[in-house]
């Protein structure tokens, strides 16, 4: 349900305004409503807090740290509690100095992590190139002791280069064969070039390979003073050496995560919160006695933040509050409070904007019916066990997120069982064959038609209540022309469902007056209250109502490939092979289960019935608080 809330005002005495700010950041519970900062009113204070909060957060991402979601809140409070010994005038010159000494030592880290990873990288391609050089090099070395040179030249002028070269070598009355070795590079337009060069014919191979745009291949700094044959040995040697020394620097930098992070974590939610309560003392309505805060709260935490305030601030604090009036509800924040069965389901919500105050909370609503079409469209006992085990583990999650998962799910399980009983369905035909179990109701996978028509019974229910949903909301935020529209459509589809029934013999001929009597109120209403757009309007409707066939569809085909499964069976009979085949048709059918029923649960509840009433205008409901696992990031 929408909570209710008061207006509330606040004014204190300005000398205890930052322990006020401090307490109702700890209530948790107060949306401020305030305007920015103004001009000028940014304190050195505000200013140091923003930044220290930039550096903490700086070192988290550099430690590649994301347990955000672990962090427990004990750690939070004993940083809390440590760091509010500090005096005030301390506690950001310590932060800092501190920082900055950790800074170094990760910095330090990092630097030599990178500069090893680069060099052998470097290593590693010197490495596959001196691979396709090793035998020249020495086969060379024995035989003469001339120069060895690495050159990158253009794949279109070697040629022309080693002609030049030959040329040369040849006027000098040196031996040109096994003096070069030519290896191209099938990714690019360059190649390598090993040449031994006669002392005394440097200058000239150098001038000669320079001008056919060659450039001279750089080995990395520690093969500088290595003999030619030992190039590779040594490149090899630097490889297993800098692979060991970033494997003992990632050890040290994961485990300075592992220690640090939650640490640092805790720290930034600290100087998060002193920075939000810092930006608000800027932005407070100040005089030379006096301050004033203005905000929304719930009413159900009226009672203990006035007690919290008075009984720590007594006299220095007055406080007044108020309900809002009408003109205001479209101003207040909506918070949301459902019980535990119905919490879970506020997840739908949050993908969507919150609804209006003065709207309606369709949260109970969801709860009921999402599990509901589900599990009918699951429909077997089987698999409805095997999501009842799925969703046990989900619970014991510490993501907020998977344990609602999970709570949704044992609501969707049960009602598997369910329909599972109803339709005679455990893992397909296998209960029939098993223990002969026989349906409650009826064989969907025999009985189409009447699950058909069930289906599109249950939609024209779902879609009349939303309707009724839409009239309720325009009657008490006084919107005629809503009420009368959503009134109109009802009355309408009333009237068609009427008339079907009339004509199909289940009601005397006479009575067929009234469903014409209440076709004509209907668009009689529909007209006053939405023109065409209501008709229109009606038309979607009754393709809303069809669209709910699709719980049989899913359904239907969720029985046959279970039944398939057990046919694999019949044709391999209990070899491994038909048992494997069988599990993974079972497996396949399971996730299609889960994940088709999930999804057109959803859509149902999204398209066919919110869109009768559902109005995402609302505020989203911000306490001023503490910050805490992952929600940091929505709004730093």
């Not at 009134?487 to 029934?501: E, R, S």
């Amino acid at each position: 349900m929408i909570r209710k809330m008061v207006r509330l005002a606040l004014w204190g005495v300005t000398g205890k305004r930052r322990e006020i700010i401090e307490e109702l950041h700890r209530l948790g519970v107060l949306h401020l409503e305030q305007g920015g900062l103004r001009e000028g009113t940014e304190s050195d204070r505000l200013n140091m807090l923003r930044l220290l909060r930039g550096k903490v957060l700086g070192l988290i991402e550099s430690l590649g740290w994301d347990g955000w979601a672990a962090l427990s809140e004990e750690s939070i409070d004993y940083a809390e509690k440590l760091l509010s010994a500090l005096p005030p005038e301390e506690l950001a010159p310590e932060i800092e100095r501190s920082l900055e000494e950790f800074g170094k030592r990760l910095a330090a880290l990092l630097d030599e992590k990178t500069a090893a990873e680069d060099l052998l990288l470097r290593a590693k391609k010197a490495k596959d190139i001196l691979c396709h050089f090793s035998a020249f090099f020495r086969r060379e070395d024995t035989e003469d002791s001339g120069t060895a040179m690495l050159w990158l030249i253009p794949q279109n002028t070697v040629q022309q280069a080693l002609g030049a070269l030959h040329g040369a070598f040849s006027a000098r009355g040196e031996p040109w064969g096994g003096r070069h070795h030519f290896v191209p590079d099938e990714k690019d337009a360059l190649g390598v070039l090993a040449l031994k060069v006669p002392q005394g014919l440097e200058e000239e191979a150098w001038e000669i390979l320079s001008r056919w745009k060659a450039l001279p291949l750089q080995l990395p700094s520690f093969c500088s003073g290595v003999a030619t044959e030992n190039f590779l040995p040594a490149v090899e040697e630097k490889i297993e050496e800098l692979t060991g020394r970033i494997g003992a620097l990632s050890g040290d930098l994961r485990r300075t995560s592992e220690e640090w992070g939650p640490r640092l974590a805790a720290l930034f939610l600290f100087i998060d919160a002193r920075t939000e309560q810092a930006a608000v003392e800027a932005g407070l309505d100040l005089s030379a006695d006096t301050f004033t805060l203005h905000g929304w709260l719930p009413e159900d935490a009226l009672d203990s933040t006035m007690s919290a305030l008075k009984g720590r601030f007594g006299g220095d604090v007055l406080i007044q509050w108020r309900y809002p009036g009408e003109k205001e509800w479209s101003n207040v924040p909506t918070s949301l409070k459902n019980s535990s069965l119905c919490a879970p389901f506020e997840l739908f919500l949050k993908l969507l904007r919150p609804p209006a105050y003065s709207g309606v909370d369709p949260t109970a609503a969801v709860a009921l019916f999402f599990p509901f079409f589900s599990g009918c469209m699951i429909g077997d006992m089987g698999y409805g066990v095997l999501i009842l085990l799925l969703s046990l583990r989900l619970k014991k999650a510490k993501r907020p997120l998977l344990r609602d998962i999970g709570s949704i799910l044992i609501a969707v399980s049960l009602w598997s069982v369910v329909w599972g009983a109803a339709w005679g369905e455990f893992f397909g035909d296998a209960g029939h064959r098993l223990f002969h179990l026989e349906p409650l109701w009826l064989e969907r996978s025999v009985s189409v038609l009447p699950v058909v028509v069930f289906t599109v019974a249950l939609g024209a229910a779902h879609v009349f209540f939303g309707l009724l949903l839409g009239i309720y909301q325009g009657i008490r935020n006084r919107h005629r022309h809503v009420w009368m529209e959503k009134a109109g459509n009802l009355v309408v589809l009333l009237a068609l469902v009427a008339g079907l029934t009339a004509l199909r013999g289940k009601l005397p001929g006479g009575i067929f007056t009234v469903p014409l009597s209440l076709l004509v109120i209907g668009l009689a209403l529909l007209i006053r209250g939405g023109g065409i757009g209501g008709i229109i309007e009606t038309l979607g409707s009754i393709g809303n109502i069809i669209s709910y066939v699709r719980i049989a569809a899913i359904g239907l085909s969720s029985a046959i490939l279970a039944i398939v499964a057990s046919k694999f069976l019949d044709v391999f009979g209990l070899s491994v092979f038909g048992i494997f085949l069988a599990l993974m048709i079972h497996l396949l059918n399971f996730v299609l289960a889960i994940g088709g029923s999930g999804l057109h649960s959803a859509r149902l509840h999204y398209v066919e019935f919110f869109s009768k009433f559902y109005s995402g205008t609302g505020k989203e409901y911000i306490p001023f608080q503490r910050r805490s696992g992952s929600s940091w990031k929505k709004h730093s």
